[in-house]
């Protein structure tokens, strides 16, 4: 076993693993977050996606080792203390973006990096670059209609 120490929505925290556990699995198992969830397992659905130092990422196939020293965001880190949502989490459920919620904590996670990237950059995306760019995020149930017009409606704000 190894231990790997980083900063979990905010708070610094440490683990013993096995050197080969990915990120998912020590979120889940070590930790209790269960948000990201393990749909596909081979980095092709999107539902593990969590934020490593501002990146979305697949944890599904991220060594645990490799957020040793880094900062890692969840979807449970974006509901404040006192319950309020973040803004991504409130444009989705205003926008109907969210049905049986499986795919929903990837989603929301990816839409969160790509925001805070474009509002850093002082861009506005198109439609076809936020279909881009969430196109990593595969879900079977909404249409993907109300997840872009979520989206849209962030960068137009
Ligand atoms: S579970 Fe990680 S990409 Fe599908
Ligand atoms: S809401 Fe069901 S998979 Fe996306």
Same mark, same amino acid.
């Given at each position: 076993?190894?231990? =790997? +120490?980083? %900063?979990?929505?905010?708070?610094? =925290?440490?683990?013993?693993? &096995? ?6 699995? *020590?979120?889940?198992?070590?930790? @209790? ?13 999107? &539902? ?7 990146l979305s990422i697949d944890s599904c196939?991220?060594? *645990?080792? /490799?957020?040793? @020293?880094?900062? =890692? /965001? !969840?979807?449970?880190?974006? !509901?404040?203390?006192? @319950? ?6 409130? &444009?989705?459920? /205003?926008?109907?973006?969210?049905? #049986?919620?499986?795919? !929903?904590?990837?989603?929301?996670? +990816? ?9 850093? +950059?002082?861009?506005?995306a198109t439609e076809e670059v936020i279909?881009? /760019?969430? &196109?990593?995020?595969? #879900?079977? #149930? !909404? @249409?993907?209609?109300?997840? %872009? ?9």
């Amino acid at each position: 076993m190894q231990q =790997v +120490s980083f %900063i979990l929505n905010g708070d610094h =925290v440490e683990a013993w693993v &096995a050197g080969h556990e990915m990120l998912l699995d *020590v979120l889940r198992k070590n930790f @209790g977050l269960t948000g990201a969830k393990e749909g596909c397992g081979m980095g092709e659905c999107g &539902a593990c996606t969590v934020i490593v130092d501002g990146l979305s990422i697949d944890s599904c196939l991220f060594p *645990v080792m /490799e957020v040793d @020293g880094r900062r =890692v /965001e !969840t979807v449970e880190g974006l !509901t404040s203390s006192g @319950g309020v949502m973040h803004p991504v989490q409130q &444009a989705f459920l /205003e926008h109907g973006a969210s049905q #049986c919620g499986f795919c !929903t904590p990837g989603m929301v996670m +990816s839409a969160k990096a790509f925001i805070d990237d474009q509002q850093q +950059s002082g861009e506005k995306a198109t439609e076809e670059v936020i279909k881009h /760019e969430m &196109a990593g995020n595969l #879900c079977r #149930c !909404t @249409g993907y209609y109300q997840i %872009i017009e979520a989206v849209k409606s962030l960068i137009d704000e």
